[in-house]
Structure formats: structure tokens, C-alpha cells
């Protein structure tokens, strides 16, 4: 082999090891990570507090239950309040775009302009506060800025502000009866003139009729019926006050209530009123809570059925073949 091969192999092989050597380090430096708040647990939040120049709101833990307190202290969905907990412990400083005050306006991050967060835990401790600026050069990245620090820092990831800033009404927890069919045994509809039930079968893991008779049902109609009212969400809910008779709903005297009976014999009655008509809505309300929801026609229509909707028909006797007599004989 000739000296100049020999140096042309040897100046390869340096290429390999040094491309070998980032490829191993790369992954190893692209994982460690800066928190921005190293020392926040969601565990101890007890209050978010959101405020930018339109929407306003402080979301605050009441006896494990979260609220809306400028909402007349109505639940909070606690999923994107999870979500919005879970995206404040992996903010990080890794990218730091500019220490100098007079910058923090041009990235929208100073109070003025930035939507402020400030989360809190027992005795009103802060464990994180920070700002949200304006998106970063790609849209998808955020400028963010610690509140006790002149670092602007840009996020990586989805757009970080639509997270935190919108309109109280959509942090409100819609869903009005969540549950798991599993869980339910029996459940009972009754109006002013009718009532019925029916049972589930967790062996088959099926349904049917057993008062005020037993029968099949039409497990189509059945199966949206059940889906629908387990999972049954509100478009708009508000709290019952005392100047707010449960007449104007319709509610002190319900067209129908539905009972779910659970297999641990818990139950919730679910009322439902009259019609909104200026939105076609249902007026709703779970018994023995204050809160009054709107649902719309098309879900309500899925549950509120009748006995003669559910029942499957009954299958048509048949007949016996006629006997038949020979030609010919007597």
C-alpha cells in the first residue's frame, strides 16, 4: 500500500470517529434540560392565576375540587388544568435570547403586554410566575420570561399562550354525568305519565328491559342512548341562585328525569326541563346540585326516550303450514 493511501485512509477514518463521537454526544446534550422553575410541584398548587388584557381568571383548589372563582366558583375542568401544571414543569431556560430590560417589550413579556401566570401554593407561596410574550420566528415557539427576571427565554413546542390565554368559560368542566357503563347497573326514566328501566347484564355486558316488563331492546337505540348519557356534555352551565326560580327552566316540574343506579347503589337523577327558544338547548340539572347546564336538542333527543322507542318489536309468530290433502281423496 503506498504512503499517500495510507494518509488518505487515515484522514477517513479520523472523519468516522469524529462523526461517531457528536452522533453519541448529541442525543446525551439534547437531553439535558434547564428547568425554568427546577423546584415546582404540581402536587402543592392550590391557585393559577390568569391575566392578560382580555381574559382574566384565577382557577383555585376547593376541597380537591377545582373552581373558577370569577364564575360564580363553578368546577373546573381539571384535565386541561393537569395539562396547563404539566406544561409549567417542563419550561426550561435552554435557549436564552436576551438579558436586557429594554427588550422585554419588544418581546411582549414585560406586565403590560405580556399574559402573566402566577401559580401558588399553601399560604399564598408562589412557585412559579412568568410571563407570555408574542411567538417566536417559527409560530410555533413562544418567548417566555421568568417574573423576578430580565432573561427572555424562547419555548420550543406547540403555541405556548393558547395554552394559558382564553376565555374563562372554556375552562369550565362541561362534562355533566361522566361515567363508566361498567359501573352502572340499572337505569330508570320516568315522566308524568310513564315510567321504565332497564337493567345491564355485566355478564353479556348488554341491556334490556325489566319494568314495567321484561323484553329486549333495540340495542342500536340503546347503545346511543347509553353513550350519550354517560358522556353527557354541556354546551353553557351557570349556578343556581336565589333569585333564579327552578320554573323559569322548567326544572321544578321536569318533562322527564333520568336515574342511573351504580353497582355500589350510588345514584344520580339527571332533570330535564323545557326548551330554550332562543337556542333550541335543554335547560338540565343534576339533582341535589345548584348547577344548571344547557344541552343541546340533538344529545337530549339520544336519551329522553320513550318506553315504545327502546323496546325491541316483538318477532312475528309464525305460521303453522296448512295441511295439505291429496287430490282425489275423501
Known sequence: MSFKKTIILIIVLCILL??????????????????????????????????????????SKMDDQWVALEEDELPADKDQINQVLQTVSELNRDDLISKNPSKQEIFQVDPNAGFEVEITGEEDKI?????????GPDFMSTYVRKGDSD????????HLKSRFDKPADTWLDKFILLMQEEDIDRIEFKRADSFFSLVKDHESG??????????EVKESIV??????????????????????ELEEFGL???????????????????????????????????????????????????????????????????????????????
Open 252 to 330: 321544578d316540574h321536569p318533562s322527564s328525569t333520568i336515574t342511573i343506579i351504580k353497582t355500589d347503589e350510588t345514584s344520580r337523577t339527571l332533570l330535564i326541563g323545557k326548551q330554550d327558544e332562543k337556542t333550541d338547548q335543554y335547560f338540565v340539572k343534576v339533582e341535589d346540585l345548584d348547577i344548571i347546564y344547557s344541552v343541546g336538542q340533538f344529545s337530549v333527543e339520544k336519551i329522553d326516550k320513550t318506553l315504545q322507542e327502546v323496546k325491541a318489536e316483538a318477532p312475528a309468530p309464525q305460521e303453522e303450514p296448512s295441511e295439505i290433502t291429496p287430490q282425489g281423496s275423501s
Open 151 to 158: 432573561e427572555v427565554i424562547l419555548y420550543k413546542g406547540f
Open 127 to 135: 412557585l412559579a410566575h412568568f410571563y407570555i410574550g408574542k411567538n
Open 18 to 59: 469524529g462523526i461517531a463521537y457528536f452522533l453519541n454526544r448529541s442525543p446525551q446534550k439534547a437531553t439535558e434540560k434547564h428547568p425554568l422553575f427546577p423546584e415546582f410541584d404540581a402536587e402543592k398548587v392550590t391557585a393559577i392565576r390568569l391575566n392578560g388584557q382580555t381574559n382574566k381568571l384565577t382557577l
Open 206 to 215: 348488554t341491556w334490556r328491559l325489566d319494568m314495567p316488563e321484561e323484553a
Open 223 to 244: 347503545k346511543d342512548l347509553t353513550q350519550t348519557l354517560f358522556n353527557l356534555r354541556a354546551s353553557k352551565l351557570q349556578r343556581q341562585k336565589p333569585d333564579l
